[in-house]
């Protein structure tokens, strides 16, 4: 694909990321190397991408299974022939079944766990980022963020991000507290994934006269599909964390919808038809 045919695919905020990841597709290309993203791709771009681009193929990692944040690797076929037991499998939910050989081929990523004491204060999400992003980090060079609460005793409350190994020393250097709560980072031994925090979901199942992004937007909200026209107009409804003002955007299994003030679902599972024709699907909220 041709650069400014790949551009166009994406919104004019988003070109200068668009650029980069064209870039590291072209040197894997010309110089028949694996190519690695320092940025954490959200949905919108690694979709996109599929298991080949161009002839070169692709694989994601964002440390957690099922991560909305992922670093890309562009790899030659050349190298993979030459490596044959990687045994490469892109999968898309998640790197369970992507076996490659840790001292061949390794992500530049490293997951910190940043622990707080949290006896006076409810520290949430929103805390942790804010305190990263005020180290004027950018959100792309770090990963999804999951945040983990001990028992009621212990009080202390754990966030966990994979960040880009360019800004891991900064960070740990730098990042003093979370809020007005002291902090202590360290780094997180990710060769078992199994191992490592998962999202937490509530799970819901719907149904709906067909897979329109008003129609899912209304029956998620409990708001009339009149009433959920507006706040997609005003773009406060984001489709793999892209604004989308399409009432009528068919969506696919697996996309992410973010409603301002309702919170982030993903399209999980196709359940099937009622007899009446309508479809079942199965939604998680992330909590």
């Known amino acids: 694909m041709k650069k400014e045919n790949f551009l166009r695919q994406f919104v004019k905020e988003q070109e200068y990321l668009a650029i980069k990841l064209y870039n590291y597709y072209e040197t894997a290309q010309d110089y028949e190397i694996v190519s690695f993203t320092e940025e954490f791709y959200t949905p919108n771009f690694w979709k996109k991408l599929g298991e080949k681009f161009g002839g070169v193929n692709v694989v994601c990692d964002g440390v957690f299974v099922d991560s909305d944040r992922r670093q890309i690797a562009f790899i030659p076929d050349s190298f993979m022939n030459e490596n044959d037991n990687l045994g490469f499998e892109n999968n898309e939910n998640d790197l369970e079944n992507f076996r490659f ?143 989308e003002k399409d009432k009528s955007k068919l969506l696919e299994i697996g996309s992410l919808i973010t409603i301002r003030g309702f919170g982030k679902y993903k399209l999980f599972l196709d359940k099937g038809e009622t007899k009446k024709g309508k479809e079942r699907i199965l939604v998680k909220k992330y909590i």
């Open 101 to 243: 050989n840790q001292n061949v081929i390794q992500f530049p990523n490293k997951l910190l766990k940043i622990a707080i004491d949290s006896r006076f204060y409810g520290y949430l999400h929103k805390d942790f980022l804010g305190s990263l992003m005020g180290l004027n980090v950018k959100r792309e060079l770090m990963g999804d963020l999951i945040i983990e609460s001990c028992d009621k005793k212990d009080k202390r409350i754990f966030g966990y991000i994979p960040v880009s190994e360019k800004i891991v020393d900064y960070i740990i250097s730098e990042l003093k507290q979370i809020g007005r709560a002291t902090c202590e980072i360290e780094v997180v031994d990710i060769k078992d994934k199994n191992n490592l925090p998962k999202y937490k979901y509530d799970d819901k199942l719907i149904t709906v006269q067909s897979k329109r992004l008003d129609s899912i937007v209304s029956t998620i909200t409990n708001l009339s599909r009149t009433k959920v026209i507006e706040p997609i107009e005003k773009g406060q409804v984001l489709v793999d964390y892209v604004e």
